[in-house]
């Protein structure tokens, strides 16, 4: 059974930096696709970013236009664990992040959340103006 468990949120000033990671267990598809995405209060979840890989090799990476250039996804093999490095924070990155996962490289689905099988808890972020 796959499981994902957040963790690294907090509270940054505007213009900071955090690292979220997705401890990963029980993946055992050759291919998959995590996602992040987040959900401010009041808002629906919405689409981060998603990163493709096969036989441990990243393949296809997009994010969202309002994150595209601050944040960026990367793996480390050796702990099972996908990280979300966010840079540059704004008072409007403040939701619970959460990351997801599913089997296979299909991407047409890969920006939607009900494309995602698998979830993590969240975690919070909160950016100060």
């Known amino acids: 059974q796959v499981q994902l468990v957040e963790s690294g949120g907090g509270l940054v000033q505007t213009g900071g930096s955090l690292k979220l990671s997705c401890a990963a267990s029980?993946?055992?598809?050759?291919?998959?696709?995590i996602g992040w995405f987040r959900q401010a209060p009041g808002k629906e979840r919405e689409f981060v970013a998603f990163r493709t890989w096969s036989g441990g090799s990243p393949l296809t990476t997009d994010y969202a236009d309002s994150v595209k250039g601050r944040f960026t996804v990367s793996r480390d093999n050796s702990k099972n664990s996908i990280y979300l490095q966010m840079e540059s924070l704004k008072p409007e990155d403040t939701a619970v992040y959460y990351c997801a996962a599913r089997g296979g490289l299909d991407v047409a689905w890969a920006k939607s959340a009900s494309g995602y099988h698998y979830w993590g808890q969240g975690t919070q972020v909160t950016v100060s103006s």
């Open positions: 029980g993946v055992t598809f050759s291919t998959y696709t």
